[in-house]
């Protein structure tokens, strides 16, 4: 049979849902070959570049390397950049080569919209992609030193003036980080702060208007309060490189203009000579099929509207269940079975206004504050989970907290203080023969033997004078009537413990059971809190990576873990060599 080549363009969370599903349903079809071909080897997570711009986290903080999510899968990953399209004869032309096809799914994403105004493109920053977010923080910084070093009051307005043109989500999460990056600047800059200004510029009567009129003016008065100047009703007409032009006739002075006021289609889908909607978007049926048999598209890049006439929004959410409709319609035109249709069920938006700050509408209920800082940072951990595992959770937890820049609180600060896990294996060794002598000293004094080590009234009762009561009713109750099961699994505990710590074998596990043990002890009034101590030094450490089973069985675990979730071992990768080099060439060429 015909050996099927499937061609995932973009490796966004719309591709990389995409190329999983696909893997997931391909996994044992030896005549199916899968690639992902991205620009670069990483995931950004666009919706939180802002963050970057404003330097809250590290510019790594927003990547997510396309590798790891592909592990134990027959996805391919190629990093290229396409440049354009040969339809005829089923070819991508990228920078390092050409690539075949049988079917493509265009997740490559939009790109912003300019509307022809003036000078819009040539004198404003964007916020669409990891080397725009550097450049706006760079840029910032910049004007801020300036500031520093200009006598001219009036230039230094010029340069201390930040404006943001786009009330929408991007926009205003971008004035918010620079609402709480701007004391840190002008401090650092001996800037006086009432010097800095910041302006919101929207076209349409509010801003944020996908949202309830309640969170709208929510948002609308912390900014206010935080000093930021809101211009609804209020089209850009002209940019000039130290001015912004309104329809009013208003003029800004500014040397800062960034731009996040529309979007549309990716530039080189439009290449394809597809039918297109609104702004450049490929227009998609219900099954995210274009006008080219084939040729499937979703996310951003897609034009689709359902019976009610309703766009999909260029959402994470849309992007990621339009990916897993397109692949399994691709799976069924390949297999012969009946498509199914998209049917979105998209749970709400959240805003951040900077890091102290939020607001969301989710599934019908409005939440401000801490609640929507949580749900926000919960839904972006459950995206990440489901294109990357707890790998990429994990990596966002420690890059959203434990390493970000700005408001760093005095515990993070301390807590993120790194050594050298060595000396902390050295404790844990130690800790792991205190209980393992623990555990043989009772093997050997009888504690499997007879059940008269735990009762009231023997020399190694857990009950003392300062036990409290619910403590002794619960040992007398439970306990004391079954004395040897317990001694039992106490002794057997300790042993296990005490071998796992030394190994450096589930170090983890071994930790928390060490942590419960002394908990218990502690109550009956036997504990030891250096030992707690050092329980909780090595439970956090990761002090089973150093001279320990762990650093090796770990990484398999997970590794298996993942086979066993995208259902089993893949048959094969397709044949190319990371996308490089003649093998390449000779394979995936039509």
């Known amino acids: 049979m015909h050996t099927k080549k499937i061609v995932v363009l973009g490796g966004g969370f719309g591709g990389l849902t995409a190329a999983l599903t696909l893997n997931k349903l391909f996994k044992k079809h030896k005549e199916v070959e899968l690639y992902l071909i991205n620009r670069s080897k990483d995931q950004v997570y666009l919706t939180q570049l802002h963050e970057v711009a404003g330097k809250r986290i590290k510019p790594e903080g927003v990547c997510y390397p396309l590798d790891i999510a592909l592990e134990e899968t027959k996805v391919e990953l190629i990093v290229d950049e396409i440049k354009d399209f040969d339809l005829q004869n089923k070819k991508l032309i ?113 801003i944020l208007p996908n949202l309830d009129d309640s969170l709208i003016n929510v948002s609308k008065n912390y900014l206010e309060k935080h000093k930021v100047r809101i211009l609804t009703n209020s089209p850009i007409v002209k940019v000039e490189e130290d001015k912004v032009i309104l329809k009013s006739g208003e003029e800004i002075r500014t040397r800062t203009l960034i731009w996040t006021g529309g979007v549309r289609g990716s530039s080189i889908a439009s290449k394809l000579g597809l039918a297109t909607g609104g702004r450049g978007r490929i227009v998609v049926n219900e099954y995210m099929e274009t006008s080219e048999k084939g040729i499937y598209a979703i996310g951003d890049v897609a034009f689709y509207t359902d019976e009610k006439k309703s766009v999909m929004p260029a959402l994470v959410e849309s992007a990621m269940q339009s990916g897993e409709c397109a692949a399994y319609n691709i799976y069924a035109d390949i297999t ?36 929507a800082k949580f749900i926000k940072h919960a839904a972006d951990m459950h995206y990440l989970y489901l ?87 619960f040992m007398e109750k439970f306990v004391f009537p079954h004395a040897l099961f317990f001694q039992t699994l106490i002794t057997l505990s300790e042993l296990a413990i005490g071998i796992c710590l030394i190994l450096g074998l589930f170090t983890t596990l071994a930790s928390l059971g060490s942590l419960f043990m002394l908990i218990n002890f502690m109550i009956s009034g036997s504990g030891d809190m250096w030992f707690f101590m050092v329980t909780i030094a090595v439970l956090f450490s990761g002090a089973g990576h150093s001279f320990g089973i762990d650093r090796y069985l770990i990484p398999a675990l997970i590794k298996f873990g993942k086979r066993i979730l995208r259902g089993g071992r893949p048959v094969s990768k397709g044949t190319l060599n990371g996308g490089q080099g003649k093998g390449f060439q000779s394979t995936l060429n039509g």
């Open 387 to 473: 294109v990357g595992g707890l790998g990429f959770v994990k990596e966002y937890f420690k890059k959203q907290f434990v390493e970000k820049l700005r408001d760093r609180s005095f515990i993070i600060d301390n807590v993120s203080v790194t050594t050298s896990v060595f000396w902390v294996a050295i404790l844990r060794i130690y800790l792991g023969y205190r209980w393992l002598l623990s555990g043989l000293e009772k093997v050997h004094s009888g504690w499997l033997a007879e059940g008269t080590k735990l009762v009231a009234g023997a020399s190694t009762s857990p009950i003392g004078p300062n036990t409290p009561e619910w403590y002794v009713h």
């Open 336 to 371: 012969g079975k009946s498509k199914k249709p998209l049917k979105l069920n998209l749970h709400g938006n959240m805003v951040s206004l900077g890091d102290r700050y939020c607001v969301a509408q989710v599934m019908g209920r409005k939440l401000t504050g801490f609640p």
């Open 94 to 206: 990228g920078k390092k080569g050409e690539y075949g096809f049988d079917y493509l799914l265009l997740a490559c994403g939009s790109e912003p919209e300019f509307f022809n105004i003036p000078g819009m493109q040539e004198n404003s920053f964007t916020l669409w992609s990891y080397e725009d977010a550097v450049k706006i923080r760079q840029h910032i910084e910049e004007m801020f030193e300036k500031a520093k070093r200009e006598k001219d009051i009036e230039k230094r307005k010029e340069l201390l003036t930040f404006v943001v043109g786009g009330g929408g989500f991007t926009g205003i999460e971008m004035i918010g980080e620079l609402v709480e990056w701007v004391d840190e600047l002008a401090k650092k800059g001996e800037v006086n702060k009432e010097e800095v200004s910041l302006v919101v510029v929207e076209a349409l009567p509010k």
